[in-house]
């Protein structure tokens, strides 16, 4: 299995601050990826974090709102931008490992 | 259309019956389908993946319809501990990775 750690696990912000959500996995792991799950809705994928390159982002996600690192294959970081009141959702970590993707936790955030 | 749908419930059963849950998705070129379990304020896990043939795993049972692109989930002898939201998968990947969640099936297993 994989042990992800995901921090902040929530936090409040103010509407046009950004925060930057880290997450620390307990191996190495090729694919990792960000999704996101907004109240009543499914999980839907932000974004590939590609290692030593730039990540490789969904329709309707562009990086200079969802910038991502990805230094090494442990660690990556998504800070949501200029936030907005819709972006208070749950952001996940996830990789995949031997066929099967595992989730951090979540940091729930939410923006007055 | 939704690439993954299924009947957001809830379910209310109480403990000892069966229940089945069913998702439809849209991508008839879809190669792999599982159903992940989401307990409340936690993340989504693998419960199980479903395979052309149907696969049971004690209490759960998986089953793939192609022609119908529709999957399936039935529990057996609820139990408490099953209450958590279902949520069917489908991965879309030919090459590389698409996984594709459908929005989940709430289900609460009472006493």
């Known amino acids: 299995s994989a042990v992800i750690s995901q921090k902040p696990s929530r936090d409040i912000c103010q509407r046009g601050t950004s925060l930057t959500i880290q997450c620390q996995v307990d191996?190495?792991?090729?694919?990792m990826f960000w999704y996101r799950q907004q109240p009543g809705q499914s999980l839907t994928l932000i974004a590939t974090?590609?290692?030593?390159?730039?990540?490789?982002?969904e329709s309707g996600f562009v990086i200079d709102k969802f910038p991502i690192s990805r230094p090494n294959l442990t660690f990556s970081t998504l800070t949501v931008s200029n936030m907005s009141p819709e972006d208070s959702s749950i952001y996940l970590c996830s990789v995949l490992k031997f066929g099967e993707l595992f989730f951090g936790e979540g940091s729930r955030l939410t923006v007055l | 259309r939704k690439e993954v749908e299924q009947d957001p419930g809830p379910f209310n059963v109480p403990e000892g019956a069966t229940v089945a849950f069913n998702c439809t998705y849209s991508n008839s070129a879809s190669q792999s389908f599982f159903w992940y379990r989401q307990d409340c304020r936690k993340e989504p896990k693998l419960l199980m993946s479903v395979y052309s043939s149907g696969n049971e795993d004690g209490r759960f049972t998986a089953q793939l319809n192609r022609a119908s692109q529709y999957i399936s989930l039935l529990i057996r002898d609820s139990k408490l501990s099953d209450s958590a939201t279902y949520l069917c998968v489908v991965d879309n990947s030919n090459s590389g990775y698409a996984l594709n969640f459908g929005k989940g099936t709430s289900l609460l297993v009472t006493p």
């Open positions: 191996s190495q792991v090729t694919m």
């Open positions: 974090a590609n290692q030593g390159s730039e990540a490789t982002y």
